[in-house]
């Protein structure tokens, strides 16, 4: 049982491409259901119909859009995914498991897009803290980013907006990630994706239970 203190747990998994957060996530929330644990598995940007509208308009739209109002529709789709979806899950004493949140934006528009300029990391820090809904704890799948491309270009598929960048970006990216972690060490848990599926899931699986131990104690 959650703890009457806290109405639930929110967490967040997080990482580059090819890191494995979807499947990896998927594997938690299966395990932790078996386990008769109340889940609510979701994702961003998205979460919501009007969050999934915007999902495929930043992912798969052919818009160019300024950083700013790139910026500010992924924190439009995750303001409505929180009051929508992640907010009532809580409320309700669920584990909240949400592929990508806040550190995303930090991380690719903030280092990828925005190269870490002060005015954009300082326009995601004002609206961060507007939108809040911050995460209990954050799981980040680090991988370096040969490897990455190497499993995103084994996976096939259409590539969207953020796949399809260069190389230089997505090693922008790791850095905001780990810029992130370094700032954040009591939230943020670093675990390497560069294991085999089984390994990392073990690995992830662990952490998750002890964290929820933790706070059901």
Known sequence: MLPSKRSGLFITLEGGEGAGKTTQLARLAERLRSEGLPVYQTREPGGTPAAEALRNLLLFGEENFCWQSEIMLHMAARTDHLAQAI????????????????????????????????????????????????????????????LARQRVTQRGGKLDRYEGQKMQFHQRVRQGFQQVAKEEPNRIVRVDASQSMEEVQEHLYGLVRQFIAGRTE
């Open 87 to 146: 907010q009532p899950a809580l409320a309700e004493g669920k584990i909240v498991l949400c592929d990508r949140f806040h550190d995303s934006t930090w991380a690719y528009q903030g280092y990828g897009i925005g190269e870490a300029r002060q005015d954009v990391l300082d326009h995601i820090r004002s609206l961060r803290q507007l939108v809040g809904g911050e995460p209990d704890v954050t799981f980040w799948l680090d991988l370096p980013c040969d």
